[in-house]
């Protein structure tokens, strides 16, 4: 799973709206790259480990997708709700490869 495309950037675009140009920790100027993979996090605890794929695509009520900012530098990394991120109802992720990502491959 990770995130679309459009969605991506538009988060990137969003942080840097609010202010976060530069890694809070070291301080390095457009340092913070946002990951094209969600990190899940379950809200009801821990999930076994074979079950956490067949279980992120079928209660996703359950689990929250995080979108992750991290510094190139430091490493330091903050987690936001992509929730908060979302604007209507476009996908912001992709489960499988489709033809928009096939002709736009990740750099």
Same mark, same amino acid.
Not at 20 to 41: E, K
Not at 67 to 93: N, Q, Y
């Given at each position: 799973?990770?995130?679309?495309?459009?969605?991506?950037?538009?988060?990137?675009?969003?942080?840097?709206?609010?202010?976060?140009? *530069? #890694?809070?920790?070291?301080?390095?100027? &457009? !340092? $913070?790259?946002?990951?094209?993979? %969600?990190?899940?996090? +379950?809200?009801?605890?821990?999930?076994?480990?074979?079950?956490?794929?067949?279980?992120?695509?079928?209660?996703?009520?359950?689990?929250?997708?995080?979108?992750?900012?991290?510094?190139? *530098? #430091?490493?330091?990394?903050?987690?936001? &709700? !992509? $929730?908060?991120?979302?604007?209507? %109802?476009?996908?912001? +992720?992709?489960?499988?490869?489709?033809?928009?990502?096939?002709?736009?491959?990740?750099?």
């Amino acid at each position: 799973m990770r995130w679309h495309r459009s969605f991506l950037a538009a988060v990137g675009r969003r942080l840097q709206q609010l202010g976060l140009r *530069a #890694c809070p920790v070291c301080g390095r100027a &457009d !340092s $913070l790259r946002v990951s094209p993979f %969600p990190v899940l996090l +379950t809200d009801d605890g821990p999930v076994p480990g074979a079950a956490a794929r067949a279980r992120a695509r079928e209660q996703l009520d359950d689990i929250t997708a995080a979108v992750k900012a991290e510094c190139t *530098a #430091c490493g330091h990394w903050v987690l936001f &709700d !992509s $929730l908060k991120f979302r604007t209507g %109802p476009e996908r912001i +992720t992709l489960f499988e490869v489709d033809e928009e990502e096939r002709r736009h491959p990740e750099e």
